[in-house]
């Protein structure tokens, strides 16, 4: 019997014999002080007879089986007037464990279950049931004396046996918690984790520490998880790194699938690293942007899994902004949020091909005006990449499976799958409508989004042809891009 740990309270069921829970009772009052006794007993209904006397006897036996000079513990008896409904069972334990917060909050301390023992020898099978199903919920303890029984239900020869509960809740809060990630929501599955990690801890037996350590490196990696959901790359980065040695920061990283992911964002040199200085992560520079990307569609395909369309949606909608953001900004030097003269002047772009992107007439008088930044939008930052002859816009207007190029069909029709994407995003509640994007549309845009974006990553990614790399794919070859000889383009 774990008799050194120290005890608030100790929660007994009743049965018809009280000799089992004597010896309980005996050997918790040789140890740390108990300060209060609890047995739920049955009441006599008329049908069957109640174990209150049993109660009570037990109640005048305690006093003698504490030790000379300790302080008597509380006494309380709870009756249940109908111990085989698990109901009024339930509801009499509820009261119990009120009644026992009520006594901590007068006490002035803080109300600890893991410091309750619940001892279910005794009582109904239901009311054991109900005790061992409610203390696990509470963060009780458990106890019971096991052997053999005899004809009445007494246990003979039998022994004090406390059970910590330590397997049950690992296993019910990695159960729980797989639900929930399989849900996309990472975060609740890491607080449950936590939670459970905080009860294995009180706990305070070896297996329930061994227990408590794994928990808590899976819940390391559901926040890794959790912090990649949000974007936050420097979060996500900064748990791995708080991991431990590097070698173990490692592993959670392989475990995770986020390798790829998190190295771009690592800085500092091995030198350091081995001689176990901290390791700082964070988003290196804008030319990491298309990893970026690629995390906004991962979280986007995860919550679109998980049924959360308008989360999804909305993701889509980011990433193909920022896809285009990044596209003219390394490519092009043109700032899309806030377009000046000098960025437009060296692409040299015929009357037409600014018509057509909406840059002619009072919207192009008012490029570089100061306190009147022209942005361009989702649909003609995409549009100046096609008038640019950006292979990465030739990409993305092309039709899936069509053996049309897109330079053979009109704007309308080149644009058509974008028009529909964006009608989705667009009557939503996260954009400009009270809706929410439902299963349908998911099925109908949603995924070939998706998938024309990630198409676009060879493309995207190609090494500039003036940097004298080869064959890759053709660069349009605009000064920023000449000045950064062999430079990715992003």
């Known amino acids: 019997m774990d008799g050194q740990a120290a005890v608030s309270a100790l929660v007994m069921s009743v049965g018809a014999t009280p000799e089992p829970l004597e010896e309980v009772l005996a050997e918790r009052l040789r140890g740390p002080a108990v300060r209060a006794v609890v047995f739920v007993c049955s009441s006599d209904n008329g049908c069957a007879q109640g174990t209150r006397p049993v109660a009570e006897q037990l109640k005048q036996r305690l006093t003698t089986l504490v030790p000379d000079g300790a302080a008597q513990p509380t006494v309380v008896i709870r009756e249940v007037a109908s111990p085989d409904l698990p109901s009024q069972v339930w509801a009499a334990l509820q009261g119990v464990e009120e009644q026992l917060k009520q006594a901590a909050a007068a006490a002035g301390e803080d109300y600890d279950p893991g410091r309750v023992v619940a001892d279910y020898t005794g009582g109904t099978k239901t009311m054991s049931m109900c005790l061992g199903l409610y203390a696990f919920v509470a963060g009780w303890r458990h106890e019971l004396v096991a052997g053999r029984r005899g004809k009445n239900g007494s246990v003979l020869d039998g022994r004090v046996r406390v059970w910590a509960g330590a397997e049950l809740i690992d296993r019910k809060a990695r159960d729980d918690a797989a639900l929930l990630a399989g849900e996309a ?38 926040a890794v998880l959790a912090a990649r959901q949000r974007h936050d790359f420097k979060g996500a980065a900064e748990r791995l790194a708080s991991l431990g040695p590097d070698g173990e920061a490692e592993e959670y990283e392989r475990t995770a699938g986020e390798a790829d992911f998190v190295r771009p964002y690592l800085e500092g040199d091995g030198k350091a690293a081995s001689a176990g200085e901290t390791r700082v992560w964070r988003l290196a520079d804008e030319r990491r942007g298309w990893l970026v990307v690629e995390s906004i569609l991962a979280v ?94 030739q990409c993305f207007f092309a039709e899936p499976g069509s053996g049309e190029a897109a330079a053979d ?10 028009k529909d994407a964006l009608e989705v995003r667009n009557r939503s509640v996260f954009a400009h409508g009270l809706g929410s994007p439902t299963a349908d549309d998911w099925a109908r845009v949603g995924e070939d989004w998706l998938q024309r974006l990630r198409e676009l990553k060879g493309v995207f990614l190609a090494r500039c042809k003036a940097g004298g790399r080869g064959e890759q794919p053709d660069c349009p070859g605009t000064p920023a891009c000449r000045a950064e000889r062999g430079a990715d383009t992003v």
Not at 190 to 218: M, S
């Open 185 to 222: 929501d990472y975060d609740g599955a890491c607080r449950l984790l936590e939670g459970a990690v905080r009860r294995l801890e009180a706990l305070g037996t070896g297996d329930a520490g061994e227990l408590a350590d794994g928990l808590a490196r899976e819940a390391a990696r559901l």
């Open 300 to 393: 986007a395909e995860d919550l679109a899994g998980a049924g959360r369309y308008l989360e999804a949606v909305a993701r889509l909608y980011r990433a193909t902004e920022l896809a285009a953001q990044l596209r003219l900004a390394r490519c092009y030097g043109v700032c899309s949020g806030d377009v000046r003269e000098d960025q437009l002047a060296p692409l040299a772009l015929s009357e037409e091909a600014l018509a057509q992107v909406g840059l002619t007439g009072g919207r192009r008088e008012r490029v570089g005006t100061a306190g009147d930044r022209l942005q361009l939008g989702l649909r003609r930052a995409w549009e100046l990449l096609w008038v640019l002859h950006d292979p990465v816009a």
């Open 409 to 418: 069909r009109g704007r309308e029709t080149r644009g058509k799958w974008l």
